[in-house]
């Protein structure tokens, strides 16, 4: 599967309309159209900072997907007014699954539950990550191909692997890697990953 880390820079105390626009309106039409919701998160260290992953089976169905969803009806509607919370949605990292995300039951999630992401950045090709550190979620890392949808930026030129645990990552960071970015995310109501 094809992976979005999308995390959405806010404006200040929007972040909770934002999530129940989204919650209500984003998931099942999504998911209609071919995507994966795979996780909705609020950024326990950012409060104005809203995470969200989303999948696809292939860079074909990405493009596919996003021009419906984005062409389509419920974007035209509701689009407007997710687009008035944000200062910006362009930190976007494109990836593939090493360790698959997995999917749970819509609505089990328990707010106070907290996910992890590390994401270690290379400044080059990175080693096969064959040591999962206890509590691995999900190990992701970057998917190298053009970005076929340029209506929604990706950053290209990373080396990134990131990291889904239960707890923090305590092992050290691997020769090569430029910097270390740390998540504490906690699911919304409606996330299927928590």
Excluded: C
């Amino acid at each position: 599967m094809i992976v979005e880390l999308r995390s959405y820079a806010l404006r200040p105390g929007r972040r909770d309309e934002l999530i129940a626009l989204f919650d209500r309106e984003f998931v099942e039409t999504q998911e209609e159209l071919g995507m994966a919701v795979l996780g909705q998160f609020r950024d326990l260290d950012r409060p104005d900072r809203f995470v969200w992953l989303r999948g696809f089976a292939g860079m074909r169905s990405r493009r596919a997907g996003l021009e419906a969803f984005y062409g389509g009806p419920v974007w035209a509607r509701h689009g407007p007014a997710a687009n008035a919370t944000m200062l910006d949605s362009d930190d976007v990292l494109l990836l593939r699954e090493i360790v698959p995300v997995p999917v749970s039951v819509r609505g089990g999630a328990d707010p106070a539950s907290t996910l992890h992401a590390t994401i270690w950045y290379f400044d080059g090709p990175f080693p096969d990550p064959s040591v999962r550190p206890a509590g691995t979620v999900a190990l992701l890392a970057t998917h190298h191909a053009a970005n076929d949808f340029p209506a929604l930026p990706v950053r290209e030129g990373e080396h990134a692997l990131v990291w889904l645990t239960r707890s923090p990552v305590e092992r050290e960071a691997p020769d090569g890697v430029t910097k270390t970015e740390r998540l504490r995310l906690a699911p919304t109501r409606r996330s299927s990953l928590y």
